[in-house]
């Protein structure tokens, strides 16, 4: 499936989809580039079929990869987060480019038996390869964030902004990107990261309640707003995806960059981000 994917007409290079970013730019047109992974494949629903054909796989999955996120500090079922989970794939259809695991890494995930790693990226690509996926724009690379960055490409679009919209768990983010990227002003939407990387990104950047709590509250600023054109960097884990539709819709340009703004600010939170940090 992966191998097919990418060999798709629709998957594209990474300098399509600069160059993609940057109409929307100059058009002012609402966009998101949005990327799954493992934890978006454990969540994402095939069929009601499928939850009741494998639900033991899906509740391990689940928590396994709620832990990395919440570290049990909410209740899945009754907080509502597996509710708006279920709508993932509702997102997916709005997005214009989607960001996909290759095969490279399925190759890892078998080499090393992972259990979750291996069934929730053959679910992503399992949604993508049925018939949903002819609705789909375009399709990428999961890395795309990671590849715009060590082409340029990240590092020029950013410079051609003098405004941008910022979704992060880290504080001192916006006045790093300001200076590195010369911008003028950074709309800075604070989020509690990752809790099982504390030890890594810090107890501060961890604090607080991000589903429901903040969530709510962010999503809330957009409503009726009208951003056209304007770019927002987001790293918000699953959570993101749901902002970056949300931006979309208000004509905003959101790019999912994900733990890309770990690497920036020097927190190995990902394997090579040493390489990255400013």
Not at 57 to 64: P, S
Not at 127 to 142: A, E, I, N, P
Not at 223 to 230: E, M
């Amino acid at each position: 499936m992966a191998a097919g994917l990418e060999a798709d007409q629709r998957y594209l290079s990474v300098e399509r989809i600069a160059a993609a970013i940057d109409t929307a730019l100059s058009r002012k047109e609402g966009f998101s580039l949005i990327r799954l992974g493992d934890g978006e494949g454990a969540f994402i629903s095939i069929s009601p079929y499928d939850d009741v054909r494998f639900p033991t796989l899906y509740k391990h999955n689940r928590e396994d990869r709620a832990k990395v996120w919440f570290n049990g500090q909410i209740d899945l079922e009754g907080s509502g987060f597996i509710s708006l989970a279920r709508n993932l794939g509702n997102i997916l259809q709005n997005a214009d480019i989607v960001g996909i695991p290759y095969s490279s890494w399925l190759e890892h995930e078998y080499r090393i038996i992972s259990m979750t790693g291996i069934s929730s990226l053959v679910n992503v690509l399992r949604f993508v390869d049925r018939s949903q996926v002819r609705s789909f724009r375009y399709l990428c690379r999961q890395t795309i964030h990671i590849d715009l960055w060590r082409s340029g490409a990240m590092e020029r679009i950013l410079r051609s902004q003098q405004e941008i919209g910022l979704i992060s768990c880290h504080a001192g983010l916006p006045e790093i990107i300001q200076k590195r990227f010369d911008i003028r002003n950074i709309d800075f939407y604070k989020i509690p990261g990752e809790k099982m990387h504390s030890n890594i990104i810090g107890d501060g950047a961890v604090k607080g309640i991000h589903f429901p709590d903040r969530y709510t509250e962010i999503m809330a600023t957009f409503d009726g707003s009208r951003i056209d054109g304007k770019l927002f960097i987001v790293a918000g884990g699953i959570l993101g995806k749901f902002y970056c539709d949300k931006i979309k819709q208000c004509g905003g340009v959101a790019i999912d960059v994900g733990s890309l703004v770990d690497g920036w600010i020097g927190a190995n939170t990902r394997p090579g981000y040493d390489q990255i940090a400013f």
